[in-house]
């Protein structure tokens, strides 16, 4: 994998456990923080576009889906990496 694709990986992991740690802290109103029932929000940008496909699932496992959606474009990424370094390797 090239330089440039794991990079956009790890950032992408970043900002999805800064997302986690804003949802637990506004979750729960850890450190002095109110709670937030907005405070998932910016896992929804993260999961597109599977949040919206199982969007009607019951509330309890659509929970769920939002918290892990971003994992599954985290795997398509490390996916397309993948393939393009195999494609550039096989081109040299």
Known sequence: MGRPCKFVIAAFLLLYIAALAILVVGTYGLFGAERDPLSGIFL???????????????????????VTSPLVN???L???????????????
Not at 45 to 66: C, E, I, K, Q, Y
């Open 74 to 76: 985290v795997f398509l």
């Open 44 to 66: 929804m940008p993260l999961g597109l576009p599977w949040n919206h496909f199982l969007s009607d699932l019951p509330t309890a496992l659509l929970r769920w889906v939002v």
């Open 78 to 92: 490390w996916l397309l990496c993948r393939a393009v370094a195999r494609r550039r390797s096989a081109a040299n």
